[in-house]
């Protein structure tokens, strides 16, 4: 299954370089029919801002000192 989904990945990431109205319709009409997909993403994407964001104000302590 992972050769199964390092092709479709592969396949994406082209069809978002070359069509990216398409990828974008494709991507909508999946979140739309298996959302489940989506939530956890969601969440992973928070916690990456949350630390960028405590990342981001540690550099400027460091910069100011």
Sequence with gaps: ???LDDSI???LLE???DDPETFAK???KA????PELFEDVDKENKEID???KKVEE???TVDEE
């Design 1 to 3: 299954m992972s050769n």
């Design 26 to 28: 494709l991507m909508k």
């Design 9 to 11: 990945g592969k396949i």
């Design 31 to 34: 979140q739309q029919e298996n």
């Design 58 to 60: 540690y550099n400027k």
């Design 15 to 17: 069809l978002q370089k």
């Design 50 to 52: 949350e630390y960028n």
